[in-house]
């Protein structure tokens, strides 16, 4: 999975997500995805305008698609596959 944080041209923050075959396989074995919005440095409180979903094969091909959307404001947080860290 892929995560990024935007600006977006309101001025209110975007959360873009990536997901993989991996993860499809994951959330069709019932297993949900969560995702803690700290971990791209989001604080309690933020307005959120717009959450985006994307998806592509393979890790790789995420990160080749996140290259066309991001800008000069966005962060972006690639969580290798089996780290234990929430996802």
Known sequence: MV???????DGRTVIVMGISDGN?????AG?????DPAALKIAPGTDIGLI???????DQE???TL??????DTEVLVVPR??????
């Not at 499809?24 to 069709?28: D, E, T, Y």
């Not at 297993?31 to 995702?35: E, L, R, S, V």
């Not at 089996?82 to 996802?87: H, K, N």
């Open 3 to 9: 995560k990024a944080k935007a600006v977006g041209p």
């Open 24 to 28: 499809v396989a994951r959330l069709k």
């Open 31 to 35: 297993q949900p995805i969560a995702f």
């Open 52 to 58: 985006a979903l994307f998806y592509a094969a393979t």
């Open 62 to 64: 995420l990160a080749r």
């Open 67 to 72: 290259k066309t959307l991001i800008g000069p």
């Open 82 to 87: 089996g780290d234990p860290r929430q996802q």
